[in-house]
């Protein structure tokens, strides 16, 4: 038997409580979007200032996403002379790696160190392969900045370029490298810029007008970022020996100022300012994506606010002329020690130069404290270089 509906417009509403519901959630949806809409075109107009709070609010500090791990990353200084490159260096097609540092970080951040290694060095370079799929075959021996040079050309990228150079690097030292830096002579200027520019001691003055346009007199300067570049390039330096050892002793002695720098400003210490700095810096050098992240690269930085100028090393990969060849660069014995110090996590300093055995006997009250000896040869750090500008310019 059919029941007997009324008209629909007599239905009862209280009979379908679950569609009531539905259509006053939709009304309220609909008024919201149209609401956040307008306040998002608001927001985003020229009207208001947009509000910052990061940093200022009692954040929680940044996080290091690799605590407890030691870190190592290749720092590579490139040849580019594309773009604003091609301005201060000039024209060339090629891309070469100038400059190369193998930067480790120590699982307590507490110490890091910086093993520069020779352009001219001869290692072996392994097969790479590139992005476009092309395979580089193994070479058994060749220049060190040849693996930059063929991941470039064959790859015709800079991911290709720097794959090439860590595969070599790992090949010669059995260590990992985590992350890579490439700097190249514009990011190098914005980088030292950033921090307002640098203060370095020249014992004497310094030229070399011809390819860098250095041009530098005797005493404390202040280097602006393309005073810095020039200092950094330079090799034809009037009164050296225009080998590119010489010029990593000026550079490892630059970036030792330039550390001093940063950290006499306590960047490290000061959240806000450090998202600022990391931020500049980032922006002007090619990284891995994973240190490309700010959050990460200020999480890094921000646990090593506290490191020590003395634990801040600088150094070349133990080695001397070749026998066969004096323009080229032999690794001795000695750089097995000090890639395995690196692979342990132990300070390179024990291998370099291994500490004395402890004194017999107690010190006495009147005992004068021990001065801090100085590094062994061929060994900078921030510390040193500080005292050295005190004992030369009296800064």
Not at 51 to 69: E, I, N, Q
Not at 169 to 198: P, S, W, Y
Not at 249 to 276: I, P
Request: proline share 7%.
């Amino acid at each position: 038997m059919l029941r007997a509906h009324g008209p629909r417009h007599g239905r009862d509403h209280r009979a379908h409580p679950f569609w009531r519901a539905v259509g006053v959630l939709s009304v309220a949806l609909l008024t919201f979007g149209f609401s956040a809409v307008s306040a998002f075109q608001y927001l985003t107009s020229s009207k208001i200032d947009p509000v910052r709070f990061k940093g200022l609010a009692g954040d929680p500090p940044p996080v290091d996403p690799a605590a407890g791990d030691s870190l190592n990353i290749l720092l590579i200084g490139s040849d580019d002379r594309s773009g604003e490159n091609e301005t201060i260096g000039g024209a060339d097609p090629g891309m070469r790696s100038d400059t190369t540092i193998v930067m480790h970080v120590s699982s307590d951040r507490n110490r890091i160190e910086m093993v520069s290694i020779p352009r001219d060095s001869l290692v072996k370079v392994p097969e790479c392969r590139t992005t476009n799929g092309k395979t580089i075959p193994a070479v058994r021996e060749a220049m060190f900045n040849s693996a930059f040079a063929k991941g470039w050309d064959t790859g015709g990228d800079m991911d290709s370029a720097a794959a090439c150079a860590v595969a070599t690097v790992q090949a010669n030292t059995n260590l990992r490298i985590d992350h890579v830096v490439i700097v190249d002579f514009a990011g190098f200027q914005k980088m030292v810029d950033a921090v307002g520019g640098v203060d370095l001691c020249l014992e004497k003055a310094m030229k070399d007008a011809r390819y860098t346009g250095l041009d530098l007199p005797a005493g404390m300067q202040r280097l602006d970022g393309v005073q810095a570049l020039q200092y950094a390039r330079a090799r034809h330096v009037t009164g050296t020996d225009g080998s590119d050892t010489s010029r990593i002793g000026r550079q490892q002695q630059l970036l030792g100022a330039l550390a001093a720098e940063v950290l006499s400003k306590n960047v490290f210490t000061d959240t806000l300012a450090l998202t600022r700095f990391v931020g500049a810096v980032t922006d002007s050098l090619h990284m891995d994506p994973d240190l490309k992240d700010t959050r990460n690269a200020v999480g890094i930085a921000y646990s090593m606010r506290g490191i020590d100028t003395s634990k801040i090393v600088f150094t070349t990969v133990p080695s001397g002329p070749d026998s066969r060849n004096p323009n080229r660069i032999r690794w001795s014995s000695q750089a097995d020690d000090v890639w395995a110090a690196l692979a342990t996590d132990r300070p390179i300093l024990d291998v370099l130069d291994p500490p004395a055995p402890e004194p017999s006997g107690s010190p006495t009250v009147d005992s004068p404290p021990t001065a801090e000896p100085d590094p062994p040869t061929g060994v900078t750090t921030v510390d040193h270089v500080q005292q050295s500008a005190n004992q030369v310019c009296g800064a």
